[in-house]
T-cell receptor, first 116, second 116 residues
Framework: GAVVSQHPSRVICKSGTSVKIECRSL??????MFWYRQFPKQSLMLMAT?????????EQGVEKDKFLINHASLTLSTLTVTSAHPEDSSFYIC????????????FGNGTRLTVT | AQKITQTQPGMFVQEKEAVTLDCTYD???????LFWYKQPSSGEMIFLIY??????QNATEGRYSLNFQKARKSANLVISASQLGDSAMYFC?????????????FGTGTRLLVSP
């Protein structure tokens, strides 16, 4: 089945630094990828929709300048958390949809970000 | 208003028994899709089963089946012959409409614990 690879799986960074998370579709082309955020014991909340070759679409309340998304190719989207603060500590998970209409979303394994 | 409602924060079941996880949804679209995902403690999201709004038969995938009642807007997941490895969070999700880049909306999840 379709595989989505997310890297890194865990990252600890200091407050004020930036962190980049990569999401790759390994065996299919993904024109659209989605970035979710999950706080402990909560559901996944969509942050943004990443479209290859165009600007990402952010959900209401998500700061574009803080969470930079780049979808430079059909197999790679990146999320950069800029000037990270402790409140940005969370589980970030990307997903990508296969090519057919009824394809399910396939998720990466997630990135646990801890900002100290 | 909640689009996806999972009313059971936690469920317990004994090994080899069947369990039903509830999910109701709210949409005015005629075309939509319903998904169930499993999230073990490792954090990955594992796709389990899909039901399209126009599908006449209930979806089945191995030990998983979806009890789709369109008029009641419910899409309950039934796990037969529970196994210890089924212990995890389970999320119901919906994709609305006929647009190409639909996003998934997730419920709050149900934590399933399977006991020996």
């Amino acid at each position: 089945g379709a595989v989505v690879s997310q890297h890194p799986s865990r990252v600890i960074c200091k407050s004020g630094t930036s962190v980049k998370i990569e999401c790759r579709s390994l065996d299919f082309q993904a024109t659209t990828m989605f970035w979710y955020r999950q706080f402990p014991k909560q559901s996944l909340m969509l942050m943004a929709t990443s479209n290859e070759g165009s600007k990402a679409t952010y959900e209401q309340g998500v700061e574009k300048d803080k969470f930079l998304i780049n979808h430079a190719s059909l197999t790679l989207s990146t999320l950069t958390v800029t000037s990270a603060h402790p409140e940005d500590s969370s589980f970030y998970i990307c997903s990508a949809r296969g090519t057919s209409y009824n394809s399910p979303l396939h998720f990466g394994n997630g990135t646990r970000l801890t900002v100290t | 208003a909640q689009k996806i409602t999972q009313t059971q924060p936690g469920m317990f079941v004994q090994e080899k028994e069947a369990v039903t996880l509830d999910c109701t949804y709210d949409t005015s679209d005629q075309s939509y899709g319903l998904f169930w995902y499993k999230q073990p403690s490792s954090g990955e999201m594992i796709f389990l089963i899909y039901q399209g709004s126009y599908d006449e038969q209930n979806a089945t995938e191995g030990r998983y089946s979806l009890n789709f009642q369109k008029a009641r807007k419910s899409a309950n997941l039934v796990i037969s012959a529970s196994q210890l490895g089924d212990s995890a969070m389970y999320f119901c999700a919906m994709r609305e409409g006929g647009r190409s880049f639909q996003k998934l909306v997730f419920g709050t999840g149900t934590r399933l614990l399977v006991s020996p």
